[in-house]
């Protein structure tokens, strides 16, 4: 039963049997209490009695009231369960507001960690991609330099560190211009922040002088704009907003090698086409000679048409060791090795080139170790090698001289040593260390004979490339030069 | 009409020997050198009307020896032709600082070699110092 109603209601019948008393009830005094009257007693009574229940209904709202704030105090925004008893009829309606509004509180708390642990995951990816992301950059042999819109330096790796000879670890944040000693560089960082393009790259060469030395770098700048901003204006509908380069991007890739390499390749082809017009020239000319009828007689003639034939054989041998030496590098040539004993090859290329030093007057001497040390090699390719080292020794020893060859085992290395030593003009130390490069001829003996220069070179090709042996010279000008190999011995 | 004096520079001596048959038979007189510094030599000691000379030679290379030609007053008025087989293109400069004035590359033919060597004889006629 609800309590307040109840008390209002006997407080108003309380207030209203006072009035009635105190106008209709006879005023009748009451024995032995002359000053009292009866009426009066009643009104008094019945408007204590309204004060009373008035009081007790008060006292008993604001004791509910105060335990409905404990609870209210009480609750848990976390407890899904407790829901508020009003514990009095009048708070009732307070109750359900506060309950209603828990709940909502409740669910947007749920909404709340919802998107707590959605955001934590997505934390979680992009830490991960910009971890990728390092150490993908940290792991590329170019050198990488990110700046931010400051031009103060936000990434770099190791390779950067490097080549611009800084410490990764304390460069960060640091102004470009601190960082690097390298003017030139900050210049065209600052220069690619400045200009603002937001899809244009530009790629320029650029020399640094790294501590291992000058070194040539393709630079490829590029400006580094807000992603976000470009991808909400390129939305449809969106209102374009002004994208900020946030920084730029550079990456140099060290072509020094290759440049390099060009190099070499254009001297080759350069050196080739010398090499090959020369000869053709000699041949050119003296077949217009005969054509027209400037050799007169016999004689001039037979020599023309000996110039041709050697001049075109020494088109075919250039051709031939030119072919040789690419077949080699490019490792497209069919090795066949096989056990054989070099005193073998030794004695046959001697047999052959015999006829050119008996013309010379040159003495072939040979000191050679028994046949059964072999050692596994091609058979044509070691044996071009050792002719053509006889072919040169022969070419620049003057009549009457004499050539040895030589070989020698040493048993605590397994190997076997040849020499093949003349007593020719020998050669100036300054030309020595370049002898076995291709079309490199020594200028002081270049009278001495004629020669494509890449005869050395394919021995050297053949000795090392394709045998994995060593190939040495020593020479002494006036003396003489020893021309030698090392390759192992068969197991 | 004087005989012409040409002076011919080549290491290549099948080169040297077809270049000078083909002028002496034009009626030239022909010396031969067959390196740089034998060529300046030659040419300071016998003033030639004209000097063939080859790119690629030892002691000093052609244009070496042409520009030391044109540096010395007494052959500074020597014309010379140049033979190549380096594919080397002639530039104004040269010709003014070395008095090449005309290259022909190798290989060439001796016909058109003497066509060049009586062009540039008739144009630019030796300047005695």
Known sequence: MRRGPVLLFICLLMLCGGIAALYTAPQIPIRGLQDVQLDRLICGSCFALAALTGMMGIVSFRVAAFKLARRVTALSVTDRKTLLDANHPDLAPLAFAINDLTEQARQFVERAKLRVKELEIQLKVATAERQHAESIIYSISDAVLVTDPF????????????????????????????????????ELIQEMRQSNSRSGRRIV????????????????????????????????????????????????????????VAEMKNDFVSSVSHELRTPLASIKAYVEMLIDGEATDDKTQAEFYEVIQNEANRLSRLIDNILNISRIESGLTKVNKQPLSLMVIIKEALEVISPQAANKNITLKEALTPVF??????????????????????????????ITAETRVDEA????????????????????????DKFYRCEANNRMAKGTGLGLSLVKQIIEVVHKGRIFVESSVGKGSTFGFELKLAE | MTEKTILVADDETHILAVVSLKLRNAGFTVLTARDGQEALEMAQANQPDLLITDYHMPQLSGIELCQRLK??????????????????????????????????????????????VNEVLEQYPRVAA
């Open chain 1, 205 to 260: 060469e650029h020399q640094v002088r790294t501590p291992q030395g000058g070194r040539t770098f393709k630079v490829t700048l590029s400006c580094v704009s807000d992603g976000a901003a470009a991808t909400a204006t390129a939305l449809p509908g969106a209102v374009p907003q002004p994208v900020l380069p946030t920084g730029v991007v550079a990456v140099l890739h060290d072509m020094t090698k290759e440049k390099e």
């Open chain 1, 151 to 186: 031009d103060e330096l936000v990434l770099a790796n190791e390779s950067a560190a490097r080549t611009f000879d800084f410490d990764v670890a304390t460069a960060s944040r640091k102004p470009v211009n601190q960082v690097l000693r390298d003017p030139k560089m900050i």
């Open chain 2, 71 to 116: 540096q010395d007053p007494a052959t500074a008025g020597i014309p010379a032709i140049m033979l190549t087989a380096r594919g080397y293109q002639l530039e104004p400069a040269d010709t003014e600082q070395s008095g090449i004035l005309r290259m022909l590359s190798k290989p060439f033919s001796p016909r058109q070699l003497l066509t060049t």
């Open chain 1, 373 to 402: 040390y072999q050692t596994l090699a091609d058979r044509d390719m070691l044996y071009q090698a050792v002719l053509n080292l006889f072919s040169n020794a022969v070419k620049y020893t003057p009549e009457g001289g004499s």
């Open chain 1, 413 to 436: 290395k397994k190997i076997v040593i040849t020499r093949i030593s003349d007593t020719g003009v020998g050669i100036p130390p300054k030309d020595l260390p370049f002898v076995f």
